[in-house]
Nanobody, 116 residues
Framework: QVQLVEFGGGVVQAGDSLRLSCKAS????????MDWFRRLPGKEEREFVA?????????HYADSVKGRFTISRDNADNTVYLQMNNLKPDNTAIYYC????????WGQGTQVAVSS
């Protein structure tokens, strides 16, 4: 059974940093493109945040987080990370990781709340 478990969220102030983790079990993250998405308050749809490529670890980011967020992975630990710096109140959301290609195996998400 493939599972993704996100953790590392919390309540922080604007300008602070957080590192989110996504621990995979049942499937290695090696060789798969992995994404971070988020669901903003009051929204039903998740929006794309970042991706790390399956073969060369090429990264892609939403324009709103470029230069502040960094996606990475630790193949040995089967974990994908999202380092978030200089957080802003509009980064408040539930953050999810997933496999980029279906089935996505969405986790339960981790809540990030940024106060001004």
């Amino acid at each position: 059974q493939v599972q993704l478990v996100e953790f590392g969220g919390g309540v922080v102030q604007a300008g602070d940093s957080l590192r989110l983790s996504c621990k995979a079990s049942g499937r290695s993250v090696t060789g798969y493109s992995m994404d971070w998405f988020r669901r903003l308050p009051g929204k039903e749809e998740r929006e794309f945040v970042a991706q790390i490529g399956r073969s060369d670890d090429t990264t892609h980011y939403a324009d709103s987080v470029k230069g502040r967020f960094t996606i990475s992975r630790d193949n040995a630990d089967n974990t994908v990370y999202l380092q978030m710096n200089n957080l802003k109140p509009d980064n408040t959301a539930i953050y999810y990781c997933c496999f980029a290609i279906p089935p996505h195996y969405w986790g339960q998400g981790t809540q990030v709340a940024v106060s001004s």
